[in-house]
């Protein structure tokens, strides 16, 4: 995306406040390890005092009754983390009536998009970045903005994070979390390698993931993506190639770049991986978790993820094992990370009283104390510390103590270049997963014709009608 | 005389159509509760698509902008939409190919069974208990090429190594395999019961005139086993052109498109690209597509009768 004006000057703004705080974190050197005790009931909640509550919440309030779908299941290691914030938010706001309902289930999309036609949607709840910007598109996600401009909270809040969320100077979600991708290796297969540092570049990319496989017999040097999300990786090399996907223009059109010599490099390197190099798993349609699972396991060991690795440190693999560094640069000299993240999420169709206090709901766990709590309990239970704060006074450096020092130098490396999603994933993702597959299946397949097909297709089912309805002034 | 004798037959033909005219009340009311849920479930969603399907639909103020047909001319304009179809009916191929003789054979083995025939059927039905996604994901596991059995165990008889779902050519083979060992259930039982109930009388007097088992079964058993064979097919083929759970487990409609199906469109179109719209006008499409093969199926037996 070369073009996309507001966005990309917030995405900057944001990383470098977010680099800020997380760089105060690294210098401080606040050594003062707390034992981790492995079990969640280690981190206390906070509890407001009985005279704060009192304030907060009068007993004339009417009750209002709202959903919020962020119930934890049984075996998520935040259960207990959730549980007593939501008990402490119901002693809090007694006037608050929250059901919470457990939406962490596949799919969540396709639920959230039914429960939204049928006119069930929760009255609060925490899209992607990118759904983010479909669903303030569609009307989905309620005008905030005088919530967020009466809250004093506001200014606690990295510069320009409301930004991602908002649109024609109106807001409509709440900061909740970020991350940045980069590449994730694992430094024991590394050292049984003799593999000092992290690939730099493609070329050494591909060498080193051949000596991975070679010195590591059963693994695989790296894990590609190549199912359903293919398109979100392959955006990373085309990135790193110098281009992108798409193109916004002033007029607000989209031009599709799929055919740039950047996206037919990307292409051809990812070929290249496959059937140069051999250093892929032979599964490559296989799915994302999948993929995490095979380096949690041991199997590979190298894949692409953000910097929040619960998933991995979830599932029993040691923190210290986890390396974290900027993608590979690639022709152009460049590696992009990408930024991703959260928002909590309004509901427009909620009566007024229920949007005030789903907003009050949101703002409760992005408050100072449920923040602390919550990195807290992640550091006590060895979840990992992503070490990115969507708010300014956290004090990173009490939790990241434990997060060893390259990885955290890792991700702040890798923070310094963020780039956003190719506008108009959602529309055009089954476009661009196809010529991706396509390579990584056939040896025969040639990069250039298999993007040209997917542009050609991509351009007739969705650009012609999406450019039309733009320029006709026809909402998207 | 006659006159009484008319008088008699005119009281007893009132009487007759008195009661022919009595509304049955218990069965309409044990029977109109489902008749609710069909309508509920049913009906009103295919009339809400139908309706949908006119519309650019909006879900926060539906719904949205009329367009008439154009969602229908937009999806038969689409490239996207004819590999979907293609891949639908080739599935329907594969899988009357592979599966839907299966139980028939199967019904026709087990009646020739006497001892350990109960076993047998319960041993046919065990199979269909299991969750259809559970059974999937263990197939998507056995196909894994980096560790999965069957190219382990094909090795050792130095076969292989396959693609299974990572190869273009052999995806929608490797989708429609595990209904041929796991095609049994319901539908042999049916087989299996309508075979029995085929006189013994026909079967004892064909052996007499020396007719093979060959021939009783093509000239006795599928003759008379043709309506529950074609109700069967009904089910089956709507079942495969709608087929979506075992394809999303498996592939998500890839590799590049080559399990694709029109099933697997609609629930894309509606729930990625959130337009719901055009995902009802396919959906309104498939649904006319399968009452028309329907009928066409039933008027070809009709035919033959």
């Known amino acids: 995306m070369k073009q996309r004006g507001g966005f990309y000057k917030s995405i900057a703004a944001i990383v470098v406040a977010v680099l800020l705080v997380a760089l105060t974190a690294c210098g401080s050197g606040n050594k003062n390890n707390s034992e981790a005790s492995g079990s969640p009931s280690s981190s206390s909640s906070p509890k407001a005092s009985e005279s704060e509550s009192a304030s907060e919440s009068p007993s004339e309030e009417p009750i209002v009754e709202i959903t919020a779908w962020d119930l934890q299941p049984a075996d998520s290691p935040i259960k207990a983390l959730k549980d007593a914030q939501f008990e402490e938010f119901a002693r809090r706001y007694p006037n608050i009536k929250v059901t919470h309902i457990d939406a962490s289930q596949t799919n969540g999309r396709e639920k959230f998009l039914t429960a939204v036609a049928g006119g069930e949607g929760p009255d609060i709840s925490e899209p992607a970045f990118p759904d983010m910007q479909v669903y303030i598109q569609k009307g989905i996600a309620a005008d905030i903005t005088d919530f967020v401009n009466s809250s004093p909270e506001k200014d606690r809040f990295i510069e320009g994070s409301f930004n991602l969320a908002s649109k024609d100077g109106r807001i409509y979600g709440i900061p909740d979390y970020m991350y940045t991708t980069g590449l994730i290796y694992n430094k024991k297969l590394f050292q049984n390698a003799g593999v000092a540092n992290p690939p730099a570049t493609w070329d050494e990319f591909a060498t080193v993931a051949q000596t991975l496989q070679e010195k590591n017999p059963g693994t695989v040097g790296f894990d590609i993506l190549g199912m359903d999300w293919a398109d979100w990786h392959f955006e990373y090399y085309v990135w790193q190639a110098g281009g992108d996907l798409t193109e916004l223009q002033p007029d607000g059109t989209v031009k599709l770049t799929f055919t740039s010599d950047a996206a037919v490099k990307a292409l051809q390197y990812y070929k290249d991986l496959k059937w140069k190099y051999k250093v892929t798993q032979k599964n490559v349609v296989q799915d994302y978790p999948d993929n995490q699972k095979d380096f949690y396991t041991g199997h590979s060991a190298m894949i692409l993820g953000g910097s929040d690795t619960a998933a991995f440190t979830g599932n029993g693999m040691d923190p210290n094992d986890i390396g974290f560094a900027p993608f590979p640069v690639g022709p152009a000299g460049v590696a992009p990370s990408q930024v991703g993240g959260a928002f909590y999420m309004v509901n427009a169709k909620s009566s007024p009283e229920k949007q005030k206090a789903a907003f009050t709901y949101a703002m409760f766990f992005m408050s100072k104390e449920q923040q602390e709590y919550f990195y807290q309990f992640h550091k006590d239970n060895g979840l990992g510390v992503n070490p990115l704060a969507i708010v300014k006074d956290i004090d990173m450096s009490q939790y990241v103590t434990d997060v060893p020092a390259d990885f955290l130098a890792g991700v702040l490396k890798s923070a310094e270049n963020p780039q956003l999603e190719y506008y108009l994933k959602s529309s055009l993702s089954s476009y661009v997963v196809k010529p991706i597959q396509k390579v990584l299946l056939d040896p025969n397949s040639d990069p250039l014709t298999e993007l040209q097909k997917a542009q050609e297709l991509a351009q007739k089912e969705v650009i012609d009608k999406y450019n039309e309805d733009v320029l006709s002034g026809v909402a998207q | ?305």
């Open chain 2, 1 to 305: 005389m006659e006159n009484q004798r008319e008088l008699q037959l005119f009281e007893t033909n009132q009487k007759r159509s008195r009661s022919r005219k009595k509304i049955r009340w218990t069965p309409i009311l044990f029977l109109l509760p489902s008749i609710i849920v069909f309508f509920v479930f049913k009906y009103y969603p295919i009339f809400d698509a139908i309706y949908i399907s006119l519309f650019n639909y909006d879900i926060i103020n539906p719904p949205g902008r009329f367009v008439g047909f154009g969602n229908y001319e937009e999806f038969l304009g689409s490239e996207t939409f004819w590999i979907a179809m293609k891949n639908t009916f080739i599935f329907l191929i594969l899988s009357m190919a592979i599966v839907f003789w299966v139980p028939i054979v199967q019904a026709l083995f087990l009646s020739n069974i006497r001892r350990f025939n109960g076993m047998y059927r319960v041993l046919y039905q065990i199979p269909s208990v299991l969750p259809i996604v559970a059974g999937v994901l263990l197939w998507k596991w056995m196909y894994n090429p980096d560790r999965g059995l069957f190219n382990y165990l094909l090795g050792k008889i130095g076969l292989g190594p396959y693609g299974w779902l990572n190869d273009l050519h052999m995806t929608k083979l490797a989708i429609v395999l595990p209904g041929f060992f796991a095609s049994g259930g319901v539908g042999m039982l049916l087989y299996y019961a309508a075979i029995k109930s085929i006189s013994s009388e026909i079967f004892e007097a064909a052996k007499i005139d020396g007719c093979g088992p060959w021939r009783r079964i093509g000239m006795i058993i599928l003759p008379n086993i043709t309506f529950v064979i074609l109700i069967q097919f009904i089910g089956f083929m709507s079942g495969v052109l709608l087929s979506f759970d075992n394809i999303f487990v498996m592939t998500q409609g890839g590799p590049a498109d080559a399990s694709l199906v029109v099933a697997l469109m609609i629930q894309k179109t509606a729930f990625v690209q959130s337009r719901f719209g055009i995902s009802a006008a396919l959906s309104f499409f498939m649904f006319i597509v399968i009452v028309i093969l329907t009928v066409i199926q039933f008027r070809l037996q009709r035919e033959e009768e």
